[in-house]
């Protein structure tokens, strides 16, 4: 590795987003500042091993690692690197990329790779759920449902992941919760409920408008129960970024979240799913991860 320049890993996934990244260093190598940058490239291969490359790193001597994918790749990533010295840059290749849309970086590979020349670290808010690490979104009930049938499905994607939703959205049965937002209950039932930390799924479709990464609170979007004839106006109230003055959603800010379901189901961490038990509990972890965003 380099001494006098800044050290740099590109963990990248091949498969995130359905999009061939065997180019990919090539381009990194033409468009990244080579006087200030030495980069290093490393392609996963499986589940899990954009973590172990991730903790590997943050023991040696890199400054900055770099997650090429989606919010599951950054989820892997990221999760290595909270409270750590070293800062986590994006260049989005997901299905969804909430997050990178989140923090402004461009979805154009080129202009991904150009703003690691000059973009500025922040720190900004995490979170977990059972102890695993979050750093976009969470969510139980439908949205889970749906990144668990999702994962299981051959083909990646948007257009597969939005004809999936079709199909699950017409059998899904809404689910009793009881939840607890730092010490006050609440009863309800929910078609799904979203744990925000920023303000949207992926595809600039927003649960959370007024999330803040920085500010030091999640947000709990329950999702009342739906008639399939009132999903176009949340839909609609999604992807204009309204749902915070709508009817059909509740949102609640706090820092310490318990909710209690009557069975282990699925969860999402970041679109990724995982069966859990029926007690989940949520804290958010302020300022706690330094991330490259775009001034
Ligand atoms: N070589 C590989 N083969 C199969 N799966 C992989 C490989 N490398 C990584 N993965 C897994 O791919 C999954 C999907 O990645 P990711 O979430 O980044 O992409 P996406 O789902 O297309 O995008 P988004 O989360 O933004 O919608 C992750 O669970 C990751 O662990």
Redesign the pocket.
């Known amino acids: 590795m380099s001494q006098n320049k800044f050290n740099i890993l590109f963990i990248i ?6 999009k061939k990244k065997s180019d990919l260093p090539a381009l990194i190598d033409q468009f990244l500042d080579k006087e200030k940058y030495a980069p290093i490239y490393a ?9 172990e490359l991730a903790e590997e790193a943050e023991k040696k001597n890199y400054d900055m690692i770099v ?1 090429v ?8 990533v990221a999760s290595k690197l909270v409270h750590s010295d070293k800062t986590l840059a994006i260049i ?7 997050l ?1 849309r989140f923090l402004n970086i461009p979805l154009n590979a080129k202009k991904a790779i150009s703003l690691i020349n000059t973009g500025k670290p922040q720190l900004i808010d995490t979170a977990e759920l059972n102890g695993r690490k979050f750093f976009n979104m969470a969510g139980m009930g439908f949205d889970a449902h749906l990144s668990s049938v ?2 299981g499905n051959k083909k ?3 257009k597969s ?1 939005v004809e999936l939703g079709f199909k699950e959205i017409t059998t899904y049965k809404a689910q009793p919760y009881h939840i607890e937002i730092d010490g006050k209950e609440y009863d309800n039932s929910a078609f799904a409920i979203s744990i925000a930390n920023s303000s949207q799924y ?1 595809n600039n479709v927003y649960i959370s408008p007024k999330s803040s990464l920085t500010d030091g609170y999640l947000d709990v979007c329950i999702i009342h129960p739906i008639s399939l004839v009132k999903l176009p106006i949340l839909a609609f109230q999604m992807i204009t970024g309204k749902t915070h003055q709508s009817s059909l959603v509740k949102i609640i800010r706090g820092k310490h979240i318990k909710i209690k379901r009557n069975a282990a189901d699925a969860v999402h961490l ?3 799913p995982l069966k859990l038990g029926e007690e989940l509990e949520i804290k958010i972890i302020p300022a706690s991860l330094k991330i490259l965003t775009n001034p």
């Open positions: 996934n091949p498969i995130s987003g359905g392609f996963t291969e499986y589940i899990g091993h954009a973590s997650a994918g989606g919010d599951g790749t950054i989820n892997e989005p290749f997901g299905s969804g990329n909430g990178a999702f994962a990646r994607g948007l992941y992926g970041d679109g990724e």
